[in-house]
């Protein structure tokens, strides 16, 4: 599995993201379009009913402070664990046919 930007490239798909948890939901794109997992259930959309897709809230750093951003991103995660909370998440807007999802 690799990461390429956004995205994690596995052999047999593409996810924005991360790949699915059994704790939480997974983005998918294929070639029919995007389908979104999450715990109360499933949505697909083709690429003709989307209109734009927007992520929000990825973490971004310049190159000095990558180490720095890795190590308080660990400690953030593993005091997550410890308090009952995940690490953060992004949000994936998209504007369909048929109006905004989230």
Excluded: I
Excluded at 42 to 61: F, I, K, M
Excluded at 65 to 81: F, N
Aim: aromatic letters at 4%.
């Amino acid at each position: 599995m690799a990461m390429v930007g956004l995205f994690r490239v596995t052999p047999d798909t593409v996810y924005v993201g991360s790949p699915p948890s059994a704790a939480g939901g997974s983005v998918r794109l294929t070639g029919d379009g995007l389908e979104a997992v999450d715990p109360d259930g499933s949505r697909t959309w083709t690429w003709e009913e989307l209109r734009s897709a927007v992520v929000e809230g990825v973490p971004a750093e310049g190159p000095s402070g990558r180490a720095a951003k890795l190590l308080g991103s660990v400690v953030s995660a593993a005091a997550g664990v410890f308090l009952g909370e995940g690490p953060p998440e992004t949000t994936l807007r998209l504007e369909t046919e048929n109006g905004p999802e989230e």
